[in-house]
């Protein structure tokens, strides 16, 4: 689902937000994935290939303490 744009960003939220305050990814120039929290989209990071898949295998896994 896209949410907005921003330059030559498209940011997406997941389905599984169900509140206004979410995270949000996009895909960044040179293959780089960017996160934004929805609340202060001002504020990114963004990972490149093998730090953006541990940032997501340690979500999905809910070792957040990890991060």
């Known amino acids: 689902m896209i949410t907005s744009t921003a330059g030559e960003m498209a ?3 997941s389905s599984r937000c169900e ?3 979410c995270l949000e990814v996009a895909e960044a120039p040179g293959g780089r994935m ?3 929290n929805s609340t202060r989209p001002e ?3 963004s ?3 093998p730090a953006w898949q541990a940032f997501v295998h340690t979500v999905r ?3 957040l303490g990890a991060l």
Do not use: M, P, Q, Y
């Open 19 to 21: 509140s206004h305050t």
């Open 61 to 63: 896994n809910g070792d």
């Open 34 to 36: 960017a996160v934004r």
């Open 47 to 49: 990972f490149e290939g």
């Open 11 to 13: 940011w997406r939220k």
């Open 43 to 45: 504020l990114r990071i």
